[in-house]
């Protein structure tokens, strides 16, 4: 299995991997720095190094085993066994980890059930089963920035796929339920002791507390259907 590098340390920017397969186009790199695309979020992008050349990453995907690979620009490709640099594009990557925190955020402040969402380097938005409109915009908005204000930790626990089993409410998303087969469930945690607001399944790379969001500017609130509606949210 290849080792997931944002994992423990989504802020690391660069690393060495070797080249353990390659493809029409495609590599794979162990350990990987890239997050490949899942959850709402985009892949990464950037670069990797070589002796003697350098390729650049277009996205970040998952195979058909589940495995990152990095699909290549046109031109060469390192063989496998090569020792590569790998570079993320991190402007990129540190818009996604602000705003898929955020969304975590507004996941506490709205608290129905999520049907689904997406991420970009801007902006972010989550459908809910919510078959009104809120009643006050503003009052989402000002909850958010509340959150964001407290500069609230934020880190990862891990539980056993039967401790999720167990607890069930853990899970908000109705549309992507999280990764199994590993035997582990990844969690991610928003505050700490008393000030926790939220723990959740969550693959995705993450700011270290919520301060680091910055101000938040809620968008469009659209109905979608009789029984849910779509709320966007902004990086100000």
């Known amino acids: 299995m290849t080792d997931l590098l944002h994992l423990d340390d989504p802020f690391r920017k660069t690393a060495t991997g070797q ?19 899942g959850g709402g979020q985009p ?16 996205i970040c995907e998952k195979g058909a085993d589940g495995a990152p690979i990095l699909r290549l620009a046109d031109g ?6 090569l020792p590569v640099e790998q570079a993320i594009d991190w402007d990129r990557r540190w818009g996604h980890m602000r705003v898929h925190t955020a969304l975590h955020l507004l996941s506490v402040v709205v608290p129905l059930p999520v049907t689904g969402g997406a991420i970009s380097v801007e902006k972010g938005r989550l459908d809910f089963a919510m078959p ?19 500069d609230l930790a ?30 582990r469930i990844r969690l991610v945690r928003i505050g700490q002791g008393d000030d926790q607001v939220d723990l959740q399944p969550c693959g995705g790379t993450h700011v270290s507390t919520t301060g680091q969001i910055g101000r938040l500017r809620l968008g469009k609130v659209e109905k ?5 509606r779509r709320i966007t949210l902004h990086l100000a």
């Open 19 to 37: 080249v353990v397969e390659t493809g029409d186009g495609w590599v794979r790199v162990d350990p990987c720095l890239f997050y490949a695309t």
């Open 43 to 58: 892949g990464d992008t950037g670069e990797i190094r070589w002796d003697g050349g350098q390729a650049k990453v277009t």
């Open 76 to 81: 060469a490709a390192p063989d496998e066994g």
């Open 132 to 150: 009104d409109p809120p009643e006050d915009k503003d009052a989402i908005e000002r909850a958010l920035n509340d959150l964001v204000a407290r």
């Open 154 to 183: 934020v880190g990862t626990d891990w539980i056993t796929e039967d401790e999720l089993d167990a607890n069930p409410g853990l899970v908000k998303t109705m549309s992507v339920q999280p990764p199994r087969g590993a035997g």
């Open 224 to 228: 979608k259907s009789a029984t849910s």
